[in-house]
């Protein structure tokens, strides 16, 4: 396929995605702040106007620098945005971090972008699956059916790369915001989801791009913090000096020891902890 045969391919995508939006009477969008779903809730804004409106939740999971960019991106570009406080550190099954975590983190989120949509009259609720997506089975997308929650960009068939690529074209800036997920998808299966986990998380996280660093994950497994960093940037991450400041910023997080993955970040690594027959009987988790 040639330039000009796939400009036209991604434009009739976004010509059906834009075909998909405009036979919903309202929408309540999962928003994030992410290429997606910023992307998607773009899109909506400027089909269904003031008939839709984006959910942002203020999870303990979601980093606070992504929280205000998510804020300020739907106030720069008029999109309506609505706050809801989820409560998934009350739910003990979200809590004690089995490979079902993240089904019960977003049947949290799906109820109470439920109780928001029952508010305003909105009829229907969607969220930011792409194709990607759907080639990897992932507990989350559980809920979303049980909630009968909608993903126009799967359904317009858009992978991440085709979601950028019109993010772009729109003159968006999330098109080339770094890959994220929730905090607690650093957090090794089975170590209990805490508070206190998430922040350090966040705490080193945020240290290490401050460091300059692009893609990355701290993998928490206790005492033990495990980061990955994009191999792209690895040579720059071995280099002595660097990988002092990262052990000191990293343990100021609460960490004892510190190692670097030398693998390099890749999506949802924490399925290598699973046995064998959990990813057979539940799939893949929330890649992360």
């Known amino acids: ?26 929408l309540a969008i999962a928003y994030s702040g992410g290429v997606d779903s910023a992307y998607l809730a773009w899109e ?15 999870s303990p999971s979601l980093p606070r620098t992504h929280f205000a960019f998510a804020q300020e991106f739907a106030r720069d570009n008029g999109i309506p945005l609505h706050i809801v406080r ?98 607690a998808s650093r957090v090794e299966y089975n170590r209990p989801v805490t508070t206190e986990a998430l922040r350090q998380i966040e705490h080193a996280e945020d240290a290490l791009l401050a460091l300059g660093f692009r893609q990355l994950r701290v ?8 980061i990955e960093i994009e191999r792209t940037e690895l040579p720059r991450a071995f280099a002595l000096d660097m990988l002092a400041r990262i052990t000191s910023a990293v343990r100021d997080a609460g960490f004892t020891f510190v190692t670097l993955d030398t693998e390099g970040y890749r999506t949802g690594s924490m399925n290598a902890l699973l046995p064998v027959s959990v990813l057979l009987r539940a799939g893949k988790s929330d890649a992360a």
């Open 219 to 226: 993998r928490h497994h206790g005492d033990l913090a495990r």
């Open 44 to 58: 909506a804004h400027t089909v269904l106007g003031p008939r839709m409106v984006a959910v942002l939740a203020d």
């Open 86 to 183: 989820t409560m998934e550190m009350s739910r003990p099954e979200y809590v004690r971090n089995d490979a079902m975590r993240c089904f019960h983190c977003k049947s949290e989120l799906f109820l109470a972008m439920g109780a928001v949509a029952r508010e305003l009259g909105i009829p229907a609720v969607a969220y930011g699956r792409n194709l990607d997506d759907s080639s990897d089975f992932r507990p989350g997308e559980q809920a979303a059916q049980q909630h009968a929650a909608v993903a126009p960009l799967a359904d317009a068939a858009l992978t991440k790369a085709e979601i950028r690529s019109l993010a772009l074209q729109a003159g968006l800036r999330v098109w080339d915001r770094p890959a994220s997920a929730c905090l």
């Open 1 to 26: 396929m040639n330039c000009s045969d796939e400009k036209r391919a991604l434009q009739g995508k976004r010509d059906a995605l834009r075909a998909q939006l405009e036979r919903y009477s309202g």
